[in-house]
């Protein structure tokens, strides 16, 4: 291993472990739960209180902006959406350690597209190009860079897409449910 593929190798790792560190801390938190029999913390005669009928046990409070996920059961404030990725409500206390977790991962993708580039131009245009096509893994190789290539693409467009929408919801104040 070279020295520039050391330094490569730390820069990947590290986006790898800041989009890990920010998943489990997105799946981990709360999500920005609302207790279950919490009651309005004011009753007044113009505003209407709401009540979450779908939450089991006590009639619980609903404020406004607070949604029901029916894949957790709970009231989250702010709910965003529920996301198959962290198996988490993505909600007002855990939006953060989300986009972070996006943002790793699209960053990740990126250096992972142009590793792969330039791996895929190395094997095409080294010297010894007659002795690498020569060698009993140079097929693989060759096959495995063009499909890790086309998956950091796939995965940067998706994930700049979400992020995009993530940062519009944020512009307009506004989450993907309401």
């Not at 996920?69 to 702010?78: A, I, Q, R, W």
């Amino acid at each position: 291993m070279t020295g520039r593929g050391v330094i490569h190798a730390i820069i990947y790792n590290t986006f790898c472990f800041l989009a890990v560190a920010s998943h489990l801390r997105g799946a981990v938190a709360d999500p920005g739960r609302i207790p279950e029999g919490m009651e309005a913390p004011f009753q007044s005669e113009f505003m209407e209180i709401k009540s979450c009928q779908k939450c089991t046990g006590k009639e619980t409070w609903k404020p406004i902006r607070a949604h029901h996920c029916k894949e957790c059961g709970f009231c989250v404030f702010k709910m965003d959406h529920h996301c198959p990725w962290i198996n988490n409500c993505v909600g007002q206390r855990n939006y953060k350690y989300f986009c972070q977790f996006v943002v790793y991962i699209l960053c990740s993708s990126i250096y992972l597209s142009f590793l792969m580039f330039l791996s895929f131009y190395c094997l095409l245009t080294s010297e010894r190009t007659k002795q690498h096509m020569n060698r009993s893994g140079y097929p693989i190789a060759f096959i495995m860079c063009i499909v890790a290539f086309v998956e950091g693409i796939l995965f940067t467009f998706f994930t700049y897409e979400i992020l995009t929408e993530q940062f519009e919801s944020v512009d307009e104040n506004q989450s993907y449910i309401d």
